[in-house]
């Protein structure tokens, strides 16, 4: 019965040492197996998809890159990420990202490993706050001497924030601020990119022509200026100013002369009237003594 035993414990340990020889000698193949596998799906690497809507929101253009076996991307490949046109004024491109808006900082290709396909969308940041100088200045076309200027400071959007002096002069009007580089016009409301001088311009201001007066004819009298200096009209057929319908001013020493012979003139009418009444009487007493005397006879 002790040889039973004894035998069948050779067999067991025959049989467990025939089992690992086995599993030694299968373990080459399998090693060199997974082996294979995982060179076969590191050289295929991932497919990185920049999406960049920077034209078109609705239908924004692709682009595809691929990893290297280890599943890194070389920033050297990475897009760069460009700003809309909309935004262009106050945004900067700020690198990619796995979501639209993400608050998550930007993927750093020079770390970052990757372990499947993956879709990327750019990130964007608020440019830094940079104030520009923007000069008036205003000068008298009369007297170049005679001058204003004025500074003012964009704003964190590099735009105005006051609109600035206008100065008037006598015998002009503005006509508007146009700046120094090619004299483009002020544009309000518009952001800087750098410091500007805008110049005032002015225009004289005409005084205009009087009318052509109509003569009786209906035609057009021309005018001309009097020794007065006011504009008198002219005659067509003599080409001399026409006469004034006013009558002209009286020259006092005329009107006392004048007053001096009308007193005389009445002063002796006044004289001749008693000088006739006596007369006529004398005349009328002798026809009628005349008379008498006939009558007698």
């Not at 599943?71 to 900067?92: A, F, I, R």
């Not at 499947?116 to 100088?133: F, I, Q, S, V």
């Not at 001497?145 to 004025?150: K, T």
Request: hydrophobic share 30%; with cysteine.
């Amino acid at each position: 019965m002790n040889i039973m035993v004894r035998f069948k414990r050779a067999c067991a340990v025959l049989a467990a040492g025939a089992t690992l020889a086995g599993g030694l000698a299968l373990l080459p193949t399998v090693a060199q197996a997974v082996e294979s596998k995982n060179v076969q799906t590191k050289a295929a690497g991932y497919k990185i998809t920049f999406i960049d809507p920077s034209v078109d929101m609705e239908h924004p253009t692709e682009v595809t890159k691929t990893t290297d076996e280890n599943g890194k991307l070389s920033p050297d490949q990475v897009p760069e990420v460009k700003v809309p046109n909309s935004l262009v004024d106050t945004m900067k491109g700020d690198g990619w990202n796995f979501e639209y808006g993400s608050p998550e900082p930007a993927i750093d290709f020079d770390t970052y490993v990757f372990t499947g396909d993956t879709t990327l969308y750019p990130r964007y940041a608020e440019k830094t706050p940079t104030t520009y100088n923007i000069t008036f200045i205003s000068t008298n076309p009369e007297n170049p001497e005679d001058s204003y200027s004025q500074l003012l400071v964009t704003n964190s959007k590099r735009r105005l924030s006051e609109d600035p002096k206008i100065v008037d002069y006598d015998g002009y009007t503005f006509a508007g601020w146009y700046n120094t580089n090619g004299w483009g016009p002020l544009v309000p409301g518009a952001p800087y990119t750098s410091d500007t001088t805008f110049i005032a311009k002015y225009d004289k201001v005409t005084t205009p022509t009087q009318p052509d007066q109509p003569d009786q004819s209906g035609q057009t009298t021309p005018t001309q200026p009097d020794q007065s200096g006011q504009t008198a009209p002219v005659d067509n057929n003599t080409k001399q100013p026409a006469k004034d319908n006013k009558a002209p001013a009286k020259d006092p020493a005329k009107q006392d002369t004048k007053k001096n012979n009308n007193t005389l003139a009445q002063t002796g009418a006044d004289a001749t009237a008693p000088l006739a009444i006596a007369a006529g009487l004398c005349l009328a007493a002798g026809i009628t003594l005349g008379l008498r005397r006939k009558l007698a006879l």
